[in-house]
């Protein structure tokens, strides 16, 4: 009993620590980025030597961040001022205890620079009406397609879902063994029922969330995909899968709904390989999400984009925050920057590049920005998104193409006990 | 006073110098093995809360861990993967550390050295190996693994990834007992087995009731320390689904929930309370293991 006393005191003790840290306008920051945005926070600890800028390269892997700052956070010690998180989901796992490292950014950075953003990076990253991260790009999805083909076989571009499905139909008589993307984990949990609306990842609160897949907008999104994923229209491979990449260097994608990075980071890179039968440079065009009936709206999905975070028990919030707005909304980033920016003024920056790059069958500018615009508001960031997105895979992807309702059903289940076991309330 | 009497010191010392012999195992063994197990059973009894502080309690994490949905899969992936692994290699090792024992010659010399080889293959190497060689458009063998597969052209999935940790395991650690359990058959006195066939005890006989009972403490050894690793698997599920995204759970085996819990939910008294759950499973099976064998049975027992 003596034992079991002593201790309910020492978690009574570290339930109710952290201070909030003194300020100090002349401590030195501390920030963790990824390999890829070393380059960027270290020209800027350079340009700003009287600031003390120590960049640390760290893993962008999943949960590589957050674990780190949990440690960091019991050890009371080595806690960044600054973070990258190519996972931009963890912000409610940092935002939850025993971590709460977030710093409010309202009122330290400015309303002008907020209202910079696309308005669901700033959604996605409120909880109880703060702002705690800013978006450093988006991953808005459009209906990427391979404009040569869809010419030389007289299709049209579909501009519904119901023409996409038939489109898909038509294409497995017509072409059999092309496709017309994947709909594999986040390509179709985010690009196609987080487009359609679909509640699953939608938190109200930090701790509450709506879970419903067998509303109409899930329902929807069921009765195009099952169909084409029976007849192999719609590919059930991650994108990075190697026998999904054999067809895309072979030339076998005709359509895909992805998001903005798909043509530079899949596309691309995967067939100008030397020894690839296919040359895809100026094949692929951009085309507005298509829509569904009832709807004005191409709502469009959100795959991957990365968030900056700065901690509340940094020393000196000042240039820490100085720091996260920097990566964020300088020129410089939105002409270096490899992916969309979601701070609007270096998007157009980043779009003029796209327009001259001959890569494109047609200028993506237009339609990449309208997708940005347009994101689904219905889903943001949660603590279970990995659990979704497996849960997915076991339920929708394994068997949607014998029985949708039923998986749909199954993995609503799924989701809500992920939801229940990470802390959420779920409504429905 | 005592300690004047020469008896009580030289006794005291062969009572210490075991001791002294133990004792830079003994202070590893405590700091990294006893002492954060005791941490984890305490942190296994703190449930954190999303909000608010945290609590004591001395089932919360357990019932959470063990009503979580993907616990029952994960447990029947790492039982399947058991089950293909350790019989057919005890049986494999058995089998081949016996001939290469009854014929001793340079082939068996070089069958001992081919068959350790791939374990010199790290854990994490070996998977991105046998990702190569479980994918059908990469791999040697893609004709012969086509037949199982779909329309999908992958072989990896939740399902067939026991077999492929089976048959990773089997190539990787078979090696190693082969001649750990060739040494055990070689101890075995030439005259027992000698004698025993002029009794006119056959071949068969002869493993059976010979060199069997003989090397019996040497299998129970391996039966222990397979089925702890088997349970832990944790490397190589991690680094397949690494390579072949969403083919593969990511929580696949029961260490990688325990992973999920600490570093996607910081959820480390969940993440304590199935690491300790995972620790009581391995001891109650070494514990039958070393009743069923009597690994440390000696002489006079038989």
Not at chain 1, 60 to 67: D, K, M, V
Not at chain 2, 249 to 268: D, G, M
Request: net charge positive.
């Amino acid at each position: 009993m003596g034992a079991v006393a002593v201790i309910i005191v020492v978690c009574a003790c570290s339930g109710a620590k952290k201070a909030q840290a003194i300020s100090n306008p002349n401590a030195p920051i501390t920030v963790w980025v990824d390999a890829a945005r070393a380059p960027q926070a270290q020209a800027y600890a350079k340009a700003h030597p009287q600031e003390h800028i120590t960049v640390d390269i760290v893993s962008a892997g999943q949960g590589a961040n957050t674990s780190a700052i949990a440690l960091a956070e019991k050890a009371g010690k080595g806690i960044p001022d600054v973070i990258f998180l190519g996972s931009p989901n963890e912000v409610t796992t940092l935002l939850a205890n025993p971590i709460n490292y977030p710093l409010a950014l309202n009122g330290r950075v400015s309303k002008k620079i907020l209202s910079g953003f696309t308005s669901g990076t700033i959604s996605r990253c409120t909880f109880n009406s703060q702002v705690y991260c800013l978006g450093n790009d988006e991953g808005q999805t459009v209906l990427w397609y391979n404009k040569v083909l869809f010419e030389k076989w007289g299709y049209q571009v579909p501009a519904t879902f119901a023409q996409f499905k038939a489109l898909g139909m038509k294409l497995a008589q017509q072409h059999p063994g092309y496709n017309l993307g994947t709909v594999s984990g986040r390509y179709g949990v985010e690009g196609w029922f987080t487009a359609s609306g679909c509640p699953m990842l939608d938190p109200t609160t930090n701790t509450t969330v709506k879970i419903n897949t067998m509303s109409p907008n899930c329902v929807r999104v069921g009765d195009v995909i099952g169909p084409l994923m029976a007849n192999g229209t719609l590919s059930t491979l991650d994108l990075f899968n190697k026998t999904y990449d054999t067809e895309i260097a072979e030339g076998k994608v005709v359509a895909f709904i992805g998001a903005s990075w798909t043509a530079d980071f899949a596309f691309k890179p995967m067939t100008t390989n030397s020894g690839t039968k296919f040359d895809a440079a100026g094949k692929f065009a951009a085309a507005p999400m298509p829509r569904w009936s009832g709807e004005k709206n191409n709502w469009s999905g959100e795959v991957g984009g990365g968030i900056w975070i700065v901690s509340r028990q940094s020393k000196n919030p000042k240039n820490a925050v100085a720091f996260a707005v920097a990566m964020t909304t300088s020129p410089s980033i939105g002409k270096s920057q490899s992916t969309y920016p979601a701070y609007g003024p270096n998007a157009d920056i980043w779009l003029k590049a796209k327009a001259n790059d001959k890569w494109y069958a047609a200028d993506p500018s237009t339609v990449l920005r309208n997708a940005a615009q347009n994101v689904n508001p219905a889903n943001g960031y949660t603590r279970y998104q990995t659990q979704a997105y497996d849960s997915y895979n076991a339920t929708v992807i394994k068997n949607g193409a014998k029985n949708m309702s039923a998986a749909l059903k199954a993995w609503g289940t799924q989701l809500t006990q992920a939801a229940e076991s990470t802390g959420y309330t779920v409504t429905h | 006073m005592e300690s004047k009497n020469p008896l009580m010191v030289r006794r005291r010392g062969r009572r210490t110098i075991p001791w002294l012999f133990l004792s830079p195992y003994l202070v590893l063994l405590l700091a990294f093995g006893v002492a954060p197990a005791i941490y984890g059973l305490y942190e296994s009894f703190i449930v954190s809360s999303v909000v608010g502080p945290s609590s004591f309690s001395l089932v919360k994490n357990f019932v959470a861990v063990l009503s979580d949905y993907r616990l029952p899969d994960a447990a029947k992936h790492v039982f399947l993967y058991l089950l293909f692994w350790l019989p057919i290699m005890i049986v494999a090792v058995f089998a081949i550390a016996l001939a290469i024992d009854a014929k001793r010659t340079r082939f068996g010399a070089i069958t001992r050295f081919v068959s350790y080889v791939p374990g010199a293959v790290t854990g994490s190497a070996a998977a991105l190996l046998w990702l190569f060689m479980f994918s059908p458009q990469v791999s040697p063998i893609g004709g012969f693994l086509r037949l199982f597969v779909g329309k999908s052209d992958t072989f990896l999935s939740d399902n067939t990834l026991p077999i492929v940790l089976a048959v990773m395991g089997i190539s990787a650690g078979a090696g190693g007992w082969i001649v750990v359990l060739h040494g055990a058959l070689t101890a075995i006195p030439r005259d027992i087995v000698e004698s025993a066939s002029l009794e006119g005890a056959n071949a068969w006989q002869t493993v059976w009731h010979i060199k069997l009972p003989h090397i019996r403490g040497y299998i129970a050894f391996i039966l222990i320390v397979s089925t702890a690793q088997g349970f832990q698997v944790f490397v190589e599920p991690t680094v397949i689904a690494a390579g072949a995204p969403a083919q593969i759970s990511q929580t696949w085996s029961i260490n990688e929930l325990v992973f999920s819990y600490a570093t996607l939910n910081s959820n480390y008294g969940r993440a304590s309370a199935l690491a300790v759950l995972l620790l009581l499973v391995c001891l109650v099976l070494a514990i039958a293991i070393l009743r069923k064998t009597r690994l440390y049975s000696t002489g006079a027992e038989g």
